[in-house]
């Protein structure tokens, strides 16, 4: 039985075969249903996990083409809102493997095997996600030279065309043309410091269709009245405009020789920032291949006065092109930067949730239309989380089945379903229960409970359809005539 959310989903789906097609939004359900277990596990029986085998195979099926449906049935969200925040940033997808090399697979920096996927996820600004929008794969086939072995001057001389940076700028691209398919909705493209590059900022400077919003990692040159001066101190000599605390969520370093200072260690803590913002012309760098002009653009800095000793100080310099004009514009700068985090926790369940870098194929080109399709799972997984936040009261049937709430309801409460659907928010956390949370003051389900609820949730619907009071009775099956 196939989930009525893919096949929603799967509405535009065109792999030139009506089988595909069908194979398609089965495996959907399927590797949906149950997303952190492997293939053959997640398929019934042996026949259906060779037909999943045969399908990542197939030349027709390719990243592109399975993302496809999923982006159309985004920009169809997309066009329902008055602001979207187009949220883009890249993630390693690791595919080390000592024991089984993948065939095409490039380098992630000389030691391990792998590639980028830079992905541009929709949010609402309220963090809900409305799907992909668009996404690449860069794949270093030749090998990758390390930042440190390359000169400054060298790295300004070559033209951004020639960088694996011009991804951000192909992104912003993809972003305009969004702006412009969609006139009513303002959209804005948010980045992290990855995208602080002059020709990003230097991109559209008539009409723009797009707004943008990015963190800059540069202390940059002024230009004008301010010659000599630099981005950060400027802003910094602004007055105040508001105080604020926010939460600053703990992290763990990747190696234990990590001594960049966004990547070290960090604990879970409060902080209580201050906001200045201002106006400011930035003064074009130097390139050999062309001639940039001055770019004036808006500045918000949040940073951390009286940091707890041996912690780094919160420090946030955004770069944008949205207004400034009062405290209260200023503040809505701040929460869209803020939920830029959320394409973090997407990259989190599609690794540790859908387990991609876990995938055993033998061919990066099998591999890729695979995670195509885990993508639409991590976002639906997303999805239901940030749902039941964003709008508690909704009836749960907007996102769930009947047989899916009552079965919960029933293991969980251990009574009958009421005749009235529960809310999206009860939902929720009933799910979130079987995936092991525990309901706390100021506490809300993450996404790790709940995906892990969600395939306790979908065996029990099961049950339900097959053995629950509302099952159809089942056909006996008439014994073979012996002759």
């Known amino acids: 039985m196939l989930a009525p959310w893919s096949q929603t989903e799967l509405a535009t789906a065109d792999l030139g075969d009506e089988r595909l097609d069908a194979r398609f939004a089965l495996l959907l359900t399927r590797l949906g249903e149950r997303p952190n277990l492997s293939i053959p596990a997640a398929c019934k029986g042996r026949a259906e996990m060779e037909a999943a085998y045969r399908f990542f195979k197939n030349e027709r099926v390719t990243f592109d083409n399975v993302l496809?449906?999923?982006i159309d049935r985004t920009l169809q969200r997309l066009a329902q809102?008055?602001?979207v925040l187009l949220v883009q940033d890249s993630t390693e997808v690791d595919l080390t493997r000592p024991e089984q090399e993948v065939l095409g697979a490039g380098t992630l920096d000389g030691v391990?095997?792998?590639?980028?996927?830079?992905?541009?996820?929709?949010?609402?600004p309220e963090g809900v996600p409305l799907g992909t929008v668009w996404a690449e794969i860069l794949n270093r086939t030749q090998g990758?030279?390390?930042v440190s072995k390359v000169d400054?001057?060298?790295?300004?001389a070559t033209p951004i065309e020639e960088k694996e940076s011009l991804r951000w700028l192909t992104g912003m691209r993809q972003a305009r043309a969004i702006a412009q398919q969609q006139p009513e909705v303002e959209c804005i493209c948010v980045a992290d410091s990855e995208a602080d590059i002059y020709e990003l900022f230097a991109e559209d400077r008539g009409e723009r269709p797009v707004q943008w919003l990015i963190r800059a990692c540069q202390n940059r040159a002024l230009q004008g009245e301010a010659t000599g001066q630099l981005l950060r101190e400027q802003v910094l000599a602004t007055a105040v405009l508001y105080r604020e605390e926010l939460l600053v969520r703990g992290r763990v370093a990747k190696t234990a020789a990590e001594d960049r200072a966004r990547r070290v260690n960090r604990v879970t803590r409060h902080a209580q920032v201050e906001v200045h913002a201002t106006t400011v012309t930035l003064r074009p760098p130097w390139r050999a291949d062309r001639r940039l002009p001055p770019i004036t653009v808006n500045v918000v800095l949040v940073c951390e006065g009286n940091p707890p000793a041996g912690e780094p100080p919160v420090e946030w310099l955004l770069v944008?092109?949205?207004?400034?004009?009062?405290?209260?514009a200023v503040r809505r700068v701040v929460e869209y930067y803020c939920v830029r985090w959320n394409i973090e926790i997407l990259f989190r369940v599609l690794k540790s949730g859908c387990r991609i870098e876990w995938r055993r194929f033998e061919y990066l080109e099998r591999i890729l239309p695979c995670l195509a399709l885990y993508l639409i799972v991590a976002w639906r997984t997303l999805f239901v989380c940030r749902m039941g936040r964003s709008c508690p009261d909704a009836d749960c049937e907007a996102l769930f089945e009947p047989s899916e709430w009552k079965a919960v309801w029933m293991t969980v409460q251990r009574e009958k379903p009421p005749k009235r659907a529960p809310t999206l928010s009860v939902m929720v956390q009933l799910v979130a229960s079987l995936g092991g949370y525990i309901e706390r003051p100021e506490s809300e389900a993450g996404p790790q409970t709940l995906w892990?609820?969600?395939?306790?949730?979908?065996?029990?619907?099961?049950?339900?359809?097959?053995?629950?009071?509302?099952?159809?009775?089942?056909?006996?099956?008439k014994p073979k005539s012996r002759r």
Request: glycine letters at 6%; proline letters at 6%.
């Open 452 to 477: 892990i609820g969600m395939q306790r949730m979908y065996d029990l619907a099961w049950g339900w359809e097959t053995f629950g009071p509302e099952a159809k009775p089942m056909r006996s099956r």
């Open 152 to 156: 400054r001057r060298q790295r300004q």
């Open 68 to 70: 496809r449906p999923h």
């Open 144 to 146: 990758v030279t390390h």
């Open 320 to 328: 944008t092109t949205l207004r400034i004009d009062t405290p209260e």
């Open 81 to 83: 809102e008055r602001t």
């Open 112 to 124: 391990r095997s792998g590639f980028l996927l830079q992905e541009m996820q929709a949010f609402t």
